[in-house]
């Protein structure tokens, strides 16, 4: 399980970098989105828990796991994956569309979160 997801976190930061390097400003911030979930994801199952694949769940799971109890990560990172997922739900579902600047943002911090957790954690 924990390859699988390290894989699909990899292959959706590299979509996203094409994506926004191809003026898919929507399609980046989805993609930045997926690939922090699944560097959470394979966090948590390093840690030996099997977690229900759902967006709120890995959240719960991840915050309580890496910040809460034993504080492995930085406090900085806490709100990230809430806040890659606002900017996804713009994307997918909101009349607005991501900004070229939120794009890169976007990417930036998903760039960040799955670097930290695959350095710190895996």
């Known amino acids: 399980m924990k390859e699988t997801f390290q894989i699909k976190a990899i292959e959706n930061i590299k979509m ?4 926004f390097e191809n003026d898919c400003y929507n399609a ?3 993609r930045a989105y997926y690939a922090a979930f699944h560097a959470a994801i394979v966090a948590i199952v ?3 828990i099997e977690p229900k694949i759902d967006h709120k769940i890995i959240q719960t799971v991840f915050a309580d796991s890496f910040f809460n109890r034993r504080k492995i990560l930085s406090s900085k990172y806490k709100s990230y994956l809430k ?3 606002d900017i ?8 607005l569309s991501v900004s070229k600047k939120l794009a890169k943002q ?3 911090k998903a760039k960040e979160f799955i670097e930290i ?3 710190v954690i895996i």
């Open 106 to 108: 976007q990417l930036e």
């Open 46 to 48: 390093s840690t030996g």
């Open 88 to 95: 996804r739900n713009i994307a997918d579902y909101r009349m």
């Open 28 to 30: 980046s911030a989805n």
């Open 83 to 85: 806040d890659l997922q």
């Open 117 to 119: 957790i695959f350095k």
């Open 16 to 19: 996203a970098e094409f994506a």
